[in-house]
Nanobody, 123 residues
Framework: QVQLVESGGGSVQAGGSLRLSCSASGYTYDTAYMGWFRQAPGKEREGVAAIGSDGSTSYAGPVKGRFTISKDNAKNTLYLQMNSLKPDDTAMYYC?????????????????WGQGTQVTVSS
């Protein structure tokens, strides 16, 4: 089992920045692949950014160039640096993890999920 706890969400104005963190505990062999996902009210959960066991990263189109995913393996912590935030980025942000994932930005591939942290961007 893996436990994931997100933090760092909040309310910011458009153009601002936030840094999300996701602390992993438990059977961390199952955190080889980790990702950030978001879900806005009335919308499906979508992939934002993901990182593989080899450190390779993937980003969704709308966040490329603005968001950066990183992972500190020593601390078992995943990060998402979000810059130039837009109102469209408003959503609940979730951290997810699994040992093997076929498509890193697809939420269907992940077994372990955190409870989420809210990000609200005002215009």
């Amino acid at each position: 089992q893996v436990q994931l706890v997100e933090s760092g969400g909040g309310s910011v104005q458009a153009g601002g920045s936030l840094r999300l963190s996701c602390s992993a505990s438990g059977y961390t062999y199952d955190t080889a692949y980790m990702g950030w996902f978001r879900q806005a009210p009335g919308k499906e959960r979508e992939g934002v950014a993901a990182i593989g066991s080899d450190g390779s990263t993937s980003y969704a189109g709308p966040v490329k160039g603005r968001f950066t995913i990183s992972k500190d393996n020593a601390k078992n912590t995943l990060y998402l640096q979000m810059n130039s935030l837009k109102p469209d980025d408003t959503a609940m942000y979730y951290c997810a993890a699994d040992r093997v994932v076929a498509r890193k930005l697809s939420p269907r591939g992940y077994r372990y999920w955190g409870q989420g942290t809210q990000v609200t961007v005002s215009s």
